[in-house]
């Protein structure tokens, strides 16, 4: 075999996997877009509970912010996990940013610190049920 079909070859196979990583790339694009309108749609639920006194029992106006309630729900996990004491306050401060950092090295992802998709995946109940 050639050089030039050697190298043509080797093309070819890196087209089909750049084609695989094309379409992983758009699933997990589709299942985001679908997870963020639930999201949405959960979060407008609570919203307008809380701000309706029959269905709440109480006059709380404040609204219920995804990034912040993500947040908080991850703090709740790492602490659980035994990534330190966390204040579940949906805010990523320094000892959350080393708890995550903690967390992704263990479970030998990319090292970011922050809450990123895989990190969350693992962060779910469902996936740590499984660990």
């Given at each position: 075999?050639?050089?030039?079909?050697?190298?043509?070859?080797?093309?070819?196979?890196?087209?089909?996997?750049?084609?695989?990583?094309?379409?992983?790339?758009?699933?997990?694009?589709?299942?985001?877009?679908?997870?963020?309108t639930?999201?949405?749609?959960l979060?407008?639920?609570?919203?307008?509970s809380?701000?309706d006194?029959?269905?709440?029992g109480?006059?709380?106006?404040?609204?219920?912010?995804?990034?912040?309630?993500v947040?908080?729900t991850?703090?709740?996990?790492?602490?659980?996990?035994?990534?330190?004491?966390?204040?579940?306050?949906?805010?990523?401060?320094?000892?959350?940013?080393?708890?995550?950092?903690?967390?992704?090295?263990?479970?030998?992802?990319?090292?970011t610190?922050?809450?990123?998709?895989?990190?969350?995946r693992?962060?779910?109940?469902?996936?740590?049920?499984?660990?």
């Amino acid at each position: 075999m050639s050089d030039l079909e050697q190298l043509q070859s080797q093309v070819s196979k890196l087209r089909s996997e750049a084609d695989l990583l094309t379409q992983a790339r758009d699933l997990a694009q589709a299942e985001l877009v679908t997870a963020a309108t639930g999201m949405k749609d959960l979060l407008s639920h609570l919203n307008k509970s809380g701000n309706d006194v029959s269905t709440t029992g109480s006059i709380n106006t404040s609204t219920v912010d995804a990034q912040h309630l993500v947040t908080a729900t991850a703090q709740e996990t790492l602490t659980k996990l035994g990534y330190g004491s966390l204040k579940t306050d949906g805010i990523v401060g320094s000892g959350t940013r080393k708890a995550i950092t903690a967390f992704q090295r263990a479970n030998k992802l990319y090292v970011t610190g922050e809450l990123d998709a895989p990190t969350l995946r693992l962060l779910t109940p469902g996936k740590l049920a499984s660990q």
